[in-house]
């Protein structure tokens, strides 16, 4: 088959082109509730589906192409890239300017490059504790430097000038990196680069993550904290026109023919609802009252689908299934500095995969997911490079016996004949594992009680709001946890830093810290893409099965359920959302 590229063409006019349907309206939810609107705060999918609509990012991906390819958003082309991967020169679009807000003082504000600059170094304000910090520590020349001295200083200057980040000129930003990054390009693509006007964080100080302005196409009009969320077109926006080249998929192609031409958003409010439980969420969209669900509520697949596929019913009501194995890993997570459930020496790592023995993948994704998952072998998930799909480990193999017989060969025993294990001090063993407060939740926690209970270990459980779990974690509070991830960019580096010493208190939940894995995924940040990389990535993998930070579960297969009115509707493996693309067919939803 030709191999055809997509070529993507966007006009900035001098005055913008107010394109989107205000009598249209998508409704969606979500199945979690936020965390903050300020990129460098947001940390779940839901955050950042509103963040990458109201904020630009110098990069963003192709909407058709697949395998994803990156494009430029808010620059005049992809970055200039030299020094072997080193430099990023970045050329900004005139033209481009900020949604009105109080905070300009009633004048237009245009995006330049000192935006982009200011918004990189807020990564690095220890004071704001942002979870992707990872981004850039260790990678900007100078950066350490000034991070280090507001720590000492108590005051993070982002008048310091530093040479990683250089204002070229109005237009333009040259960053330097210590080392060459091949993978840089895609942070430039993250909701978390996103620029923010300094002039808005310092107007709304702690309370930005509620009130973001920025360059994107929708700007937020309502907004009830954990409960509902509405976007407006931005009337500002400057005209962006659709036209990728149709893709060899007759599907693809079609939604390339449907949007050539036309200028985005072409949807002029989006009501977001936040509806945790998932019959709730059901039945909201059997009524109606959702035009789309962007992941069908597990319980309720049998009512859906047949097989995989959904049902004859469903698609007479006027729905139709869209099928995606989003690059995404589950798993639980062990404390690896807790006094029970943390350390190196071999009886602790004895217990921890013990535990993971001792539970039973495939009878958790039978029950809780109705089979639309696949059980994880390793931290990389299909469609990333590395992931193996026949790989079957000794590690994730559920097997009972011999997880008491390593408990008792580690001195982990029943001493007392109550039918629970001891520590090997004789003092009692109990895990704790904590969760959010729903239905689904509760269910998991009692496949984990029965696993338990078989191999003799107590097992407790303790609530929270995710919110709130999320800080603990953060902290290092939580003994144990359910938790995955979706891949932010498509590279196993996504998925590796999670276990990154560095990245305690940031994205590394588990807080394993081993110097050899450090030291493996220090080396993998300084090669391209090849056999040597994956070696690596290979080790890495080995050493996290040898000492289980985590309890590896499943990679989650999304099915998207669509109504018929909603036209254009493609889901995308890295953006949470694709709002700017869609349309409404008023004829069809009534």
């Not at 070529?7 to 199945?31: I, Q």
């Not at 026109?241 to 893709?247: D, G, L, Q, T, W």
């Not at 959904?310 to 500095?337: C, H, K």
């Not at 011999?402 to 520590?423: H, N, P, S, V």
Request: hydrophobic share 40%.
């Amino acid at each position: 088959m030709r191999n055809r590229c997509l070529l993507v063409v966007f006009l900035t006019l001098a005055l913008p082109a107010y394109a989107a349907d205000m009598s249209k309206t998508l409704r969606g939810v979500f199945n979690i509730a936020e965390t903050s609107f300020d990129p460098v705060r947001a940390w779940d999918a839901p955050s950042d589906a509103i963040v990458e609509h109201i904020h630009d990012s110098m990069l963003e991906y192709e909407y058709l192409a697949r395998p994803v390819r990156l494009k430029p958003n808010t620059l005049e082309h992809l970055p200039e890239v030299s020094g072997s991967g080193a430099v990023y020169l970045c050329r900004i679009r005139g033209g481009i300017y900020f949604a009105p807000d109080p905070a300009f003082a009633g004048k237009r504000r245009e995006l330049v490059a000192a935006d982009y600059a200011y918004s990189l170094k807020r990564l690095l304000d220890p004071a704001l504790r942002s979870p992707w910090a990872w981004l850039v520590e260790g990678k900007l020349v100078g950066g350490d430097a000034l991070q280090s001295r507001a720590k000492a200083a108590g005051h993070f200057d982002y008048d310091a000038p530093i040479a990683g980040l250089e204002i070229v000129d109005r237009y333009t930003l040259r960053i330097r990196l210590q080392q060459p990054d091949f993978d840089f390009a895609y942070v430039l693509a993250m909701p978390a680069t996103a620029a923010v006007a300094r002039e808005v964080v310092e107007a709304y100080g702690n309370d930005i993550g509620a009130h973001p302005v920025g360059t994107g196409p929708y700007r937020l009009a309502e907004y009830k904290r954990s409960s509902r969320i509405v976007l407006e077109a931005n009337p500002g926006y400057r005209s962006e026109i659709f036209a990728e080249r149709a893709p060899d998929d007759p599907t693809d192609a079609a939604i390339a023919r449907y949007l050539a031409g036309k200028t985005l958003p072409l949807i002029g409010r989006i009501e977001i609802s936040v509806i945790v439980e998932e019959q709730s969420r059901w039945l909201a969209l059997l009524d109606r009252q959702l035009d789309y669900m962007q992941q069908l509520p597990p319980s309720f697949a049998d009512e859906a689908l047949v097989d995989g596929k959904l049902r004859p019913d469903m698609a007479a009501r006027g729905i139709r299934q869209e099928v995606l194995v989003r690059s995404n890993t589950w798993w639980n997570y062990f404390n690896m500095e807790d006094p029970v459930v943390g350390g190196y020496t071999p009886d602790k790592i004895a217990l921890r995969r013990a535990l993971g023995m001792g539970f039973n993948t495939d009878e958790f994704i039978r029950v809780i997911f109705h089979g639309r998952a696949l059980a994880a072998q390793s931290p990389l998930p299909p469609g990333i490079a590395g992931f193996d799909p026949k790989l079957r480990t000794i590690a994730q193999i559920y097997d009972p016996a011999a997880a008491r017989a390593l408990l008792d060969k580690f001195g982990f025993k029943d001493r007392d004949g109550d039918g629970y294990r001891e520590l090997p001090d004789g003092k009692p063993l109990v895990i704790e594992r904590w969760s959010p407060p729903i239905l689904r939740e509760r269910q998991i926690d009692e496949l984990w009680k029965k696993n338990m209970d078989v191999i003799g270990v107590r097992m407790v459980f303790r609530k929270d709001q995710l919110p709130e779990l999320r800080k603990m974690a953060r902290a290092g509070k939580i003994q144990i946890r359910g938790d995955g991830w979706n891949a932010d960019y498509p590279d196993a580096d996504n998925f590796m830093q999670l276990l990154y010493g560095p990245n305690i208190g940031q994205s590394n939940d588990s807080r394993f810290n081993l110097p050899e894995f450090n030291q493996l995924y220090e080396r993998s940040r300084k090669l391209p893409d090849s056999p040597e990389r994956t070696i690596i990535f290979d080790r890495m993998t080995e050493l996290m099965l040898v000492y289980a930070p985590w309890k590896l579960t499943h990679h989650l297969i999304e099915d998207q359920i669509v109504y018929a009115w909603v036209v254009a509707y493609k889901p995308h493996p890295i953006r949470a959302e694709i709002w700017k693309y869609l349309d409404i067919d008023p004829a069809l939803r009534k």
